[in-house]
């Protein structure tokens, strides 16, 4: 079986509904044999959510907790215009920043038109590491041009366990995961699976995600949570 060692999408009280404290993700985090634990709270736009200053004062979280690494993240919003919706230096506080589309705070387009705006994304900050959860016919995007972007700008796609997890709330993941991976495939684009986590309890439990993976066959060399080098590698250059 397929054994991932870090989690970089989760969430905590501090988004607003989630439920969780930094703390009892990371001891969920150990328990489940991760080596790192990415903390990644929504950025403003998002109802309920953290003021910039949290993200700032990210800092006083000790770097290791129940001996997992603690990273600082942030899963910030795709605006219109290509826009993330935290300022360029709040997010130079942070390990690595998150783009995603929400319908909370996006107009939604076409899926030409929603992936420019994806990629203007991955193009407004050097820490944009990854786009989550690229696969929701509520917001759709056109995985051809996505993938290129990716590849353009060295980022990599989440297949997201929250997504193809019952009751699944997003439109047609699992089959837009196949497409996804199959370009993933052909422009050696890296994937990054996460939990999404909103519970200590679903933090580090990829199965939905893997069971995606293994269907499609996909090439796990191109998993980055797989190994702890290869992933910081990834994230810090
Ligand atoms: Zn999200
Ligand atoms: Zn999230």
Redesign the pocket.
């Known amino acids: 079986m397929l054994k991932l060692i870090a989690d970089l999408?989760t969430?905590t009280l501090a988004s607003g509904h989630a439920y969780g404290t930094i703390r009892e993700n990371a001891q969920a985090a150990a328990e489940q044999g991760l080596r790192i634990l990415g903390v990644?709270e929504?950025a403003p736009g998002i109802p309920g959510t953290c003021d910039p200053l949290y993200f700032i004062n990210l800092r006083c979280v000790p770097n290791e907790l129940y001996g997992v690494k603690i990273l600082r993240g942030s899963?910030i919003n795709v605006l219109e215009g290509g826009k993330l919706s935290l300022s360029d230096h709040i997010i130079d506080y942070l390990d690595y920043a998150i783009a995603g589309i929400h319908p909370h705070c996006y107009t939604i387009l076409d899926a030409v038109s929603n992936t420019k705006n994806v990629i203007g994304c991955m193009e407004a900050h050097r820490k944009v590491r990854f786009i989550?959860h690229p696969d929701d016919d509520r917001t759709p995007v056109d995985y051809e041009l996505l993938c290129k972007g990716a590849r353009d700008n060295g980022v990599a796609l989440e297949v997201n366990n929250s997504s193809v997890k019952p009751p699944v709330f997003r439109l047609n993941s699992r089959e837009n995961y196949h497409i996804m991976l199959e370009k993933c495939e052909k422009y050696r684009v890296p994937v990054i699976v996460n939990t999404?986590a909103h519970d200590p309890s679903a933090v580090g439990r990829f199965d939905h995600a893997l069971e995606v993976i293994l269907e499609t066959g996909f090439d796990q060399s191109l998993i980055l949570n797989t190994d702890e080098k290869k992933l910081m590698d990834f994230l810090m250059r």
């Open positions: 999408h969430h990644s929504h899963e989550s999404d």
